[in-house]
C-alpha cells in the first residue's frame, strides 16, 4: 500500500520498500492552487496597458503643444512671400493667385529656429517643405560642405542589481504577453529620406490637408512617438514640422509602477508560500500518520496497531481519524471473533469426533451384539451431532453477509407473530404448551428488516421456551410500542414457565456453544448458537436483545425467563403489505 507522498519499490525478501518524497503531490497542488490567484493578478497588474495608454495620450499631447509652439514661431519668423503668388504644394513653382499672396519657407531662418527651439523642448524636431523635402533636423547641424550630427548622450544609470532583474523580469513579461495578445498594431519606425510620406503617414496629413497627425511606432528599444503640425501662414501650408520623441519617460513611469507591484507580489508571494506550507503541513502531516498506521494494520506484524486519535481537530481529518480507529476496532474484534469461533468450533467438533473414535475403536474389538449396537447408535448420535453443529456453524457464517446483501423492507411484527402463533398451535398434544399472543398498538409495530432472518429469531426463541417449559404451560409472545432514549422503539417480549437463567448468567447464554439444558434432555441434542445466532441477527438490524428473570419482575415465586426484544420503529407504509 503506497502512502501519500511516499515511492514504492519492490524489494528482494517480497516485501516493500518505501521511500519518503521531498514534497508531496498534495503539497504541491496546495501552493499551485494558492499561487494561481496570486501569479494571474501580478502578470495582468504588470501589462498595465490602460495606464501605459494613458501617459502615451499625455505625451502625444505634449509633443502637438510643442509642435504647434514651433511651427507658430517658424511660421512667423521664417517665411516670406510674393504679393499675387501662392506655393503649390508638392511643387518647386509658383503661380499666382487672384486676391490672394505665395509664400515660402526661408530655409537658413527656418534651421536656425528649429536648432534653439528644439533645444528648450529636447525632442526631435524636423521641418519638411510642401514637397516633403527635409529642410531642417535638429539632430543635424548643417554647415557648408555637409551636415554634423549632433545628439545628446543618454544619461549614465547606474541601477541596483534588483532592478535590473525586475528590469529583465518585465521585459521577459512584455515580450510574453505581446506574443500571446498580438494586439499592439504598431508600425516599425525607420528613418527614410527618400520616401517620407510613406515612411510618416501624419506627415502626408499634415502637409495635404493642413490638420496635426500623430503616430506610434515601433523600435528596437521601445516605442517612438510622432506629432506632425502643419506651418500656416494665413491659412496657407507652407511646410510641417515634425516632433519625435522615445518613450522612455513613459517606459520609467510605467517600470516604476510596475517594479512596486513586483515587490508587493514577492512579499505577498513569500506569505503565500508560507501559509501553503504551513496549510499543507496540517494536512498532508496527520495524513501521513492515518495512512502509516493503515498500512501497520494491514501488513498485520507485531501485534495490534491503533489509529492515531486527532479528534482535537474538531475537523475532517479528526473525524477520519476517528472512523479509521473505530473502523480498525471493529476489524480487529471480528478478527479476534473470528479465532475465538475457530477455536470454539474446533473444540466442539472435537469431542463428537472423540466420542466416535473411541467407539470405532472398541466396536472392533467386542463379539457382543448388543454392545456392538449400542455403539453403532453412539456413532450414528455423533454424526448427527456433528451434521448439526456444522449447519448451525455455518449458518452463524452467513448471517453477516447475508445481513449486508438483503435488502431490508417494512415489517408488521404483529402479523409476523400472529402467523408463528397460529402455525406453533395447531400441533394438537395433549401435554403441549400454550401459545397467548398480546399485542398492543399493531400500527406502532412497524420495523425496517429481513422476513427471513427475523422469522429465524422468533423461532430460536420460541423453540426455547418450548424446551424449557413443562407440559401444559403457557408461552406468552407480547408487542407493544415504546419510546426509548434512541427514539420510538417496537418491543418484543416471550414470556416462558421454565426455570429461568441461573443467576448471574443472564449475558452468557448468548455466547457460542453455551449450554444450559433442561433435567433429563439428551446430551448432544442442540448446539448452544440458536441464541447466539438470534442476537447476530438482532443486532445486525440495529435491534437490541436481552433476557431477565420473571421474578425479577412480576414478583417472588413466578417461574420462567422473559427474553425481550427492541427494533427501531418505522412508519407503516401504505397499502399494508399484510
Known amino acids: 500500500m503506497a502512502l501519500p507522498g511516499e515511492d514504492v519499490r519492490p524489494a528482494e525478501s517480497g516485501g516493500t520498500v518505501r521511500r519518503q518524497r521531498r514534497i508531496s503531490p498534495l503539497t504541491r497542488k496546495i501552493l499551485a492552487v494558492n499561487l494561481l490567484a496570486p501569479v494571474l493578478l501580478v502578470v495582468g497588474a504588470l501589462y498595465l496597458d490602460t495606464y501605459e495608454q494613458g501617459l502615451l495620450r499625455s505625451e502625444l499631447e505634449s509633443l502637438r503643444d510643442q509642435g504647434e509652439m514651433i511651427s507658430a514661431a517658424i511660421a512667423e519668423s521664417a517665411v516670406s512671400g510674393d504679393p499675387g503668388t501662392r506655393g503649390v504644394p508638392g511643387s518647386n513653382m509658383t503661380a499666382v493667385i487672384e486676391g490672394g499672396h505665395g509664400y515660402r519657407l526661408l530655409p537658413e531662418q527656418a534651421r536656425h529656429m528649429v536648432r534653439r527651439l528644439s533645444s528648450h523642448v529636447g525632442r526631435r524636431v524636423r521641418l519638411f517643405d510642401t514637397r516633403g523635402d527635409l529642410l531642417a533636423d535638429s539632430r543635424y547641424l548643417f554647415v557648408s560642405g555637409g551636415a554634423v550630427e549632433v545628439a545628446d548622450l543618454p544619461p549614465i544609470r547606474l541601477y541596483p542589481a534588483a532592478d535590473l532583474l525586475l528590469r529583465k523580469f518585465n521585459d521577459a513579461v512584455i515580450r510574453l504577453l505581446g506574443r500571446v495578445t ?69 517606459d520609467a513611469n510605467v517600470f516604476q509602477v510596475r517594479k512596486a507591484i513586483l515587490r508587493l507580489f514577492l512579499s505577498t ?79 466442539e467438533i472435537k469431542n463428537p469426533l472423540t466420542s466416535m473414535r473411541s467407539a470405532v475403536e472398541t466396536v ?50 404483529a402479523a409476523m407473530l400472529s402467523a408463528m402463533i397460529e402455525v406453533e398451535s395447531l400441533s394438537g398434544e395433549p401435554d403441549a404448551v400454550r401459545f397467548r399472543l398480546d399485542l398492543h398498538g399493531d400500527d406502532g409495530l412497524w420495523v425496517m428488516g429481513s422476513e427471513g432472518r427475523l422469522v429465524q429469531v422468533f423461532r430460536n426463541l420460541i423453540r426455547n421456551a418450548v424446551t424449557f417449559s413443562p ?7 407480547r408487542g407493544y410500542p415504546d419510546v426509548s432514549p434512541q427514539g420510538p422503539v417496537a418491543v418484543v417480549e416471550v414470556d416462558d414457565d421454565g426455570p429461568g437463567i441461573p443467576e448471574g448468567k443472564e449475558e452468557a447464554i448468548f455466547d457460542r ?66
Do not use: C
Open 364 to 413: 472392533s474389538r467386542i463379539d457382543d451384539a448388543d454392545a456392538r449396537r449400542r455403539l453403532l447408535s453412539i456413532i450414528a448420535e455423533d454424526v448427527q451431532r456433528i451434521d448439526r453443529l456444522i449447519s448451525d456453524v455455518a449458518d452463524m457464517s452467513r448471517v453477516d453477509a447475508e445481513l449486508m446483501k438483503a435488502q431490508v423492507v417494512p415489517l408488521n411484527l
Open 513 to 578: 456453544f453455551y449450554t444450559e439444558r433442561p433435567a433429563g434432555e439428551k446430551f448432544g441434542t442442540h448446539s448452544g448458537l440458536g441464541l447466539a445466532i438470534s442476537k447476530q441477527i438482532v443486532q445486525g438490524l440495529g435491534g437490541w436483545i436481552g433476557v431477565v428473570n420473571r421474578a425479577d419482575i412480576e414478583g417472588d415465586g413466578v417461574p420462567g425467563a422473559r427474553f425481550i426484544l427492541r427494533f427501531p420503529r418505522v412508519l407503516p407504509p401504505y397499502p399494508y403489505p399484510y
Open 269 to 347: 508571494l513569500g506569505v503565500t508560500i508560507l501559509l501553503s506550507w504551513y496549510q499543507a503541513g496540517t494536512i498532508v502531516h496527520p495524513v501521513r500518520r492515518l495512512a502509516r498506521a493503515a498500512a501497520k494494520v494491514q501488513d498485520g506484524r507485531g501485534g495490534r496497531h491503533a489509529i492515531p486519535n486527532l479528534s482535537r481537530r474538531n475537523d475532517e481529518i479528526g473525524d477520519l481519524s476517528v472512523a479509521l480507529g473505530q473502523m480498525t476496532e471493529s476489524l480487529w474484534s471480528r478478527i479476534e471473533a473470528t479465532e475465538r469461533f475457530a477455536a470454539d468450533v474446533a473444540h
Open 182 to 250: 498580438n494586439n499592439d498594431g504598431m508600425a516599425p519606425y525607420e528613418e527614410s529620406p527618400v520616401d517620407v510620406f510613406a515612411a510618416y503617414d501624419e506627415l502626408e496629413t499634415a502637409l495635404r490637408f493642413g490638420q496635426p497627425a500623430e503616430a506610434v511606432r515601433r523600435s528596437d528599444h521601445g516605442k517612438v512617438l510622432g506629432v506632425a503640425v502643419p506651418v500656416q501662414y494665413y491659412k496657407q501650408v507652407v511646410g510641417a514640422v515634425l516632433v519625435n520623441d522615445a518613450t522612455d519617460s513613459v
Open 471 to 477: 407440559p401444559g404451560g403457557e408461552i406468552v409472545l
